[in-house]
C-alpha cells in the first residue's frame, strides 16, 4: 500500500470540518486554504463529452487504484454519487469535499477522501480527477506537499493526458499547463468597513489573483468572505504560482489588519455598535437566512478578534455556522429525509436564540468605549 506523508493535522472536531477549525496559522484573516489539481486520463474524453459507459469505466478504474493508497490519516473512502442521496450529497459540498459543480454533473462521478478529509479526490467533475488538499489557516507549501504526493502515486496507477508542449491536458484550457489551483478563503471585515476592500482586489487581480464568492466560483460573497486563487496556470511552474499567489495573500493579510486597527483606534464606538446589533439581531430573530446568519456573525467574529465579545469564541461561532448551512440544518431538521419537518429559517432562528441569550456584552463593550 501506497503511503502518502500528510501534515499530521489534529483530529478534527466534532462537527466542524478540519478547514473550519481555526488552528491553522494566519487564522484571524485567513480561514482555510485549499490546493487543487486537475488531471485527465489520456484514453477518454473529457466528462463533459464522455458517454454513461465512459464515466462508469473511469470511475471503476480511478478506485481500484485508491485501493492502493493511504495517508497518514488512514486509507481512502471512496463514494459514488449514484449510490448517496442529494442530501448527502449537498452536505460533501458543504463540507468542501466536492464542489458545487459536482452537484449538477451526471452519470458515475463521486469523490474518494482520508479520515480527516483533508485529502480528497473528485472523479468525473469537469475533469476526470481533481486532487485536493485542504486545511485551516495558511498552509501552502505542506499543503502542496500532500496534494503532490496523491498525484504522484494516482499517477503510476494511471495513464495522464500530457502534452509536453502544453502539460497536463484540461477541460478548460484555462487549467491545462500545471492544473494547479491555489485558493484562500479569507474573513476581510476590516477592508470592508474602511471602504479599502476594492482598491485591494484590484491590486490583486493585477497580481494575477482571481476574487470568488464564500462557496467559490459561481457564489456571491457572504459574511465578508472572500475566496481567492490564482488565475494562470500556464507558463511557469507549480511552485512558483503558489509563491507569488500567496505573497499576494500576505499582502492582503497585512492590509486587513492595518485595518482593523485603523477600526479600533479611529472607530472603536461604531464597530461596538456594530457588534452589538448583530449580537441582538441573533438573540431576537424569529426567520434567519443563511446569507443573513453569515453576515451578522462576521460582525460577532470581527469583536472577538478585536477584543470587543467575549460571550463566545471564534470556534464556537464556525460549529454554529456549520450547524445552520442549509444541507447540515436540513440533517438537524430531520435527520437524512429528503423532506424534513419545518421551516429552515425559522429553525435556523431558533437555533440562533439558543446560542446567543440575552446577556450583558453590550453594557460590557460600552464600558470599554466611553
Not at 103 to 123: P, T, W, Y
Amino acid at each position: 500500500m501506497s503511503a502518502v506523508a500528510g501534515r499530521g493535522a489534529s483530529c478534527r472536531r466534532k462537527g466542524v470540518p478540519v478547514w473550519f477549525d481555526r488552528s491553522g496559522p494566519e487564522g484571524d484573516v485567513v480561514v482555510s486554504t485549499r490546493i487543487r489539481l486537475a488531471r485527465n486520463l489520456a484514453e477518454y474524453r473529457f466528462p463533459g463529452r464522455a458517454s454513461t459507459r465512459e464515466k462508469q469505466k473511469i470511475f471503476k478504474e480511478v478506485s481500484a487504484v485508491f485501493e492502493g493508497v493511504s495517508t497518514d490519516s488512514g486509507g481512502f473512502e471512496v463514494i459514488n454519487f449514484g449510490h448517496i442521496g442529494k442530501l448527502q450529497q449537498h452536505l460533501l459540498a458543504e463540507e468542501r469535499v466536492v464542489s458545487v459543480d459536482m452537484l449538477r454533473g451526471e452519470g458515475d462521478r463521486g469523490v474518494a477522501f482520508d479520515r480527516l478529509r483533508q485529502s480528497c479526490v473528485m472523479i468525473n467533475e469537469e475533469d476526470h480527477l481533481r486532487i485536493q488538499g485542504i486545511d485551516s489557516g495558511f498552509h501552502t507549501f505542506d499543503l502542496w506537499e500532500t496534494a503532490s504526493a496523491v498525484d504522484d502515486v494516482l499517477g503510476k496507477g494511471l495513464k495522464y493526458a500530457y502534452s509536453e508542449r502544453l502539460g497536463f491536458l484540461t477541460a478548460c484550457p484555462t487549467n491545462s499547463g500545471t492544473g494547479l489551483r491555489v485558493s484562500y478563503l479569507m474573513h476581510l471585515p476590516g477592508l470592508v468597513l474602511t471602504k479599502a476592500i476594492d482598491p485591494v482586489l484590484q491590486g490583486a487581480s493585477q497580481m494575477g489573483v482571481a476574487t470568488r464568492g464564500f462557496f467559490g466560483e459561481h457564489s456571491d460573497v457572504l459574511g465578508n468572505f472572500f475566496q481567492l486563487s490564482n488565475q494562470a496556470t500556464l507558463g511557469a511552474s507549480e511552485a512558483e504560482f503558489i509563491e507569488a499567489t500567496s505573497g499576494v495573500i500576505r499582502e492582503i493579510v497585512g492590509h486587513e489588519r492595518a485595518a482593523r486597527e485603523r477600526l479600533m483606534k479611529e472607530a472603536r464606538l461604531e464597530v461596538s455598535d456594530k457588534v452589538c446589533r448583530a449580537h441582538a439581531i441573533l438573540c431576537g430573530a424569529r426567520v434567519l437566512g443563511f446569507g443573513e446568519l453569515l453576515n451578522l456573525t462576521s460582525a460577532i467574529r470581527l469583536g472577538i478578534e478585536c477584543g470587543l465579545y467575549t460571550d463566545h469564541t471564534v470556534d464556537d461561532l464556525n460549529t454554529f455556522v456549520m450547524v445552520c448551512m442549509p444541507a447540515h440544518l436540513q440533517v438537524y431538521i430531520g435527520g437524512l429525509k429528503e423532506d424534513p419537518p419545518g421551516e429552515p429559517d425559522v429553525v435556523r432562528a431558533d437555533l440562533a436564540r439558543a446560542v446567543f441569550p440575552q446577556s450583558t456584552t453590550g453594557r460590557k463593550t460600552r464600558k470599554k468605549t466611553a
